[in-house]
């Protein structure tokens, strides 16, 4: 038998969790996806797949070999489409990892245009803020804001996000609006890091080119942009954000512009992927139309650093 086919069936039932609907799906027999699925638990001699009379799930070597053989399905596909220049022909799997903010504000919104125009291509999109692991996640590629440190990834830069400092209406009447730095022992900053256990600085801001970090107070610290837009919206404290995504907030005088003068560093937007001979055409079909969604809502003066 094919191995490579035994793999596709095997793949169909961890999705499906059944025989039935994976043998609908290939066009196969129930028996003969039976007989594919015994034959490659033989081949590996472990078993694969736990058969009860109401549903079929994977054994811990089932899941890994599912992880395994996606990877492998996928850059078989890629094999069969390299000489093939029309993009419109794309198929196989794509598995990204996108900021949360962006993804829900600016690309799954979009999605759909590029899904349209690549109908056999696959995506698995991961949404976090925290900072995954390309290569040992199995990520293609990885939308980054913020500085890298991924020395043995291929970044391609897009552009930078200018910062601002904001606060609520109700946080500035509660405790003033600060006109200088010397306002800030006042306040309250709502701390963001990546990982909780640890805590920010404070204060970002550049003076002549160099940056300064000016320690604050603050009860609330998180590690998820959303959470730090919502405790800001609450009334928790000041916070050092993107301009672009509190835009709508500062339209809707839900939030206050602060100590323009005194801003932090505009933070690098770069696509991340891993270092390889062959960039597939649906992973560089997909990393351009993203550059170019994200292109006219990045500042373009870092996008060469």
């Given at each position: ?7 596709r ?7 499906l ?140 830069p ?30 309250q ?20 080119g160099t ?17 730090y837009?919502?405790?800001c ?73």
């Amino acid at each position: 038998m094919n191995k490579l086919e035994l793999l596709r069936t095997f793949v169909r039932v961890s999705e499906l969790s059944s025989f039935t609907l994976a043998g609908e799906n290939l066009g196969l027999p129930r028996s003969t996806v039976s007989e594919q699925i015994r034959a490659l638990e033989t081949l590996l001699g472990t078993r694969l797949l736990n058969r009860t009379t109401r549903r079929v799930q994977a054994t811990q070597d089932g899941l890994r070999l599912y992880e395994r053989s996606k990877d492998l399905l996928s850059r078989m596909d890629e094999i069969e489409g390299l000489f093939h220049s029309d993009t419109a022909t794309l198929t196989g799997r794509l598995r990204v990892d996108l900021p949360t903010l962006m993804a829900r504000r600016i690309v799954l919104p979009n999605l759909p245009i590029f899904m349209s125009r690549h109908p056999g291509v696959a995506l698995e999109i991961s949404c976090t803020d925290r900072q995954v692991d390309l290569l040992r996640e199995g990520f293609d590629c990885v939308l980054r804001i913020g500085t890298l440190s991924d020395l043995d990834l291929i970044a391609r830069p897009l552009g930078s996000l200018a910062q601002i400092n904001c606060a609520s209406p109700g946080y500035l009447q509660r405790h003033g609006t600060p006109t200088c730095l010397a306002d800030l022992h006042r306040h309250q900053l709502i701390h963001y890091v990546r990982n909780l256990g640890s805590r920010s600085a404070g204060f970002e801001y550049l003076q002549s080119g160099t940056l300064q970090v000016q320690p604050m107070a603050g009860a609330i610290t998180v590690n998820s942009t959303e959470a730090y837009e919502s405790a800001c919206l609450a009334g928790l404290g000041l916070i050092q954000a993107p301009a672009a995504g509190l835009q709508g907030y500062l339209e809707r005088g839900e939030l206050v512009a602060l100590l323009a003068d005194y801003v932090a560093p505009s933070l690098p937007v770069s696509l991340l992927f891993a270092r390889q001979q062959h960039v597939s055409p649906r992973l560089r079909a997909f990393m351009d139309w993203l550059a170019a969604l994200l292109e006219p809502r990045l500042d373009p003066v870092a996008s060469g650093s």
